[in-house]
């Protein structure tokens, strides 16, 4: 890190940055900390990053600070700039800023290949943003992503646990996943009222079927949808219910929480079979 630059409160009461709870605001100051996460996203060598939400810089620096080729930051609050331009002229040519939603951005066309993506996300915006991620996962060699903990566990979850539902089906059918790091309130500025958590994603080398993954979530949401009701019930929104759990092999008296992974892949593919869809 350049000694020329000021401190990361500094920089905050420099340019007006108190946190907006509107934006889902929290910054990580500790430089250890967010040195700890870039080390999760290694190696960094010739990779290019995208980083979402870097408000004042924290973890914006430790990732100048790493081996990376390039990192693009992604920033809705024109309030944050002034700040960024202060890391990209102290780093010359390694660092992008691009004001905007990073829910409108396309990775492929703002970066090129090999991709990491590495970011404390918003609070409001995180699930979605992982969504659309999933989506488009073999453009990244991985993900590692801060989040309240609780959608952290919903993540990483297992069959017939408390927070196993549709985030862990469709993170898992894509990635492998894993909890990295948990983080009290008291890392943050201002401190949430929770605990946050760094999950790494490392997508799986196949590039499944786009349909089959629409067909996934279909499945899962009308599964997890009424997750106390046995499938017979819960799918029948799907149509032809009794069909798709037939051919999947699955016990209709069954509950969504009880499903593994695979035997979701099961019911999409059967669904989307039924659906009139190609066979993936």
Same mark, same amino acid.
């Given at each position: 890190?350049? @000694?020329?630059?000021?401190?990361? #409160?500094?920089?905050?009461?420099? !340019?007006?940055? &108190? @946190? ?20 999760? #996203? ?40 002034? &700040?960024?331009?202060?890391?990209? &002229? ?11 939603? *990073? ?31 999933? !989506?488009? *996962? *073999? ?12 959608? @952290? ?43 946050? *958590? ?12 786009? @349909? ?8 899962? &949401?009308? #599964? ?50 039924? #659906? ?5």
């Amino acid at each position: 890190m350049s @000694a020329a630059l000021p401190s990361l #409160a500094e920089t905050i009461q420099k !340019h007006g940055l &108190a @946190a907006r709870k509107a934006l889902g605001q929290h910054f990580l100051l500790d430089a250890t900390l967010c040195g700890r996460i870039a080390s999760i #996203a290694a190696p960094l060598e010739g990779r290019q990053v995208l980083e979402i939400g870097p408000g004042p810089g924290g973890l914006t620096r430790a990732l100048l600070a790493s081996p990376a080729e390039h990192v693009t930051a992604v920033e809705l609050d024109r309030r944050a700039l002034g &700040a960024l331009e202060e890391l990209s &002229a102290a780093y010359p040519g390694k660092l992008t800023i691009v004001e905007g939603d *990073a829910l409108r951005i396309d990775a492929e066309t703002l970066l090129p290949a090999p991709r990491r993506i590495v970011a404390n996300l918003p609070y409001n915006v995180g699930t979605p943003l992982l969504i659309g991620w999933l !989506h488009q *996962a *073999a453009l990244f060699e991985s993900m590692t992503l801060m989040f309240q903990q609780e959608v @952290a566990e919903r993540i990483v979850a297992a069959p017939d646990t408390e927070h196993y539902g549709r985030l862990a089906v469709l993170s898992q059918w894509r990635c492998q996943c894993r909890m990295m790091l948990r983080l009290p309130p008291g890392a943050f500025s201002p401190p949430p009222k929770v605990w946050s *958590a760094v999950v790494h994603l490392v997508p799986h080398a196949e590039d499944p079927d786009p @349909a089959l993954m629409k067909s996934l979530e279909k499945v899962t &949401a009308a #599964a997890f949808g009424q997750r106390r009701k046995m499938l017979r019930s819960s799918l029948k929104t799907l149509g032809n219910a009794e069909a798709i759990l037939k051919d999947a092999d699955i016990d209709g008296t069954r509950r969504a929480e009880t499903l593994s992974v695979a035997e979701f892949e099961r019911l999409a593919v059967n669904e989307l079979k039924k #659906a009139g869809g190609p066979a993936p």
